[in-house]
């Protein structure tokens, strides 16, 4: 069970992490059509609801349940929730509802790419 909430921990900490910077690093040197802060959350938040699902489903993901899904979308976006208002307190970051927006789309966009997977897994 620890290693599969481990990774978890450990993104969760690098996203508080990372929404601790007042600036993030990197972000100026990427090119503009990867520049876009809603790209940077919705990415972020799938990679974490994916990790979360592999969580709540014990590390088999070739027959994801339903209820794993909601709970890792549902886990995934409360964490947005929490970050958002954490940066509300990082001096030159802000809190804003359009990255929570973000970050739920992200997370469900991460977990139709997990469900997906696991409907061919479980074909093959």
Known sequence: MFSLWLPVAGYMAGIFWLS???VLPGVSMLPDWLNYDWL???TAYAGLAMVVVRALAGGRLRAVA?????????????????DEFHQWFVPGRTA???D?????????????????????????
Do not use: C, K
Request: hydrophobic content about 50%; glycine content about 14%.
């Open 20 to 22: 601790s910077q007042s």
């Open 40 to 42: 940077h959350h919705g």
């Open 66 to 82: 339903t209820a794993s899904l909601v709970g890792a979308w549902a886990i995934a976006t409360v964490y947005g929730f929490t």
């Open 96 to 98: 804003d509802p359009r």
């Open 100 to 124: 929570l927006l973000a970050d739920g789309v992200g997370a469900a966009l991460g977990l139709g790419l997990v469900w997906a997977w696991s409907i061919i897994r479980r074909s093959s």
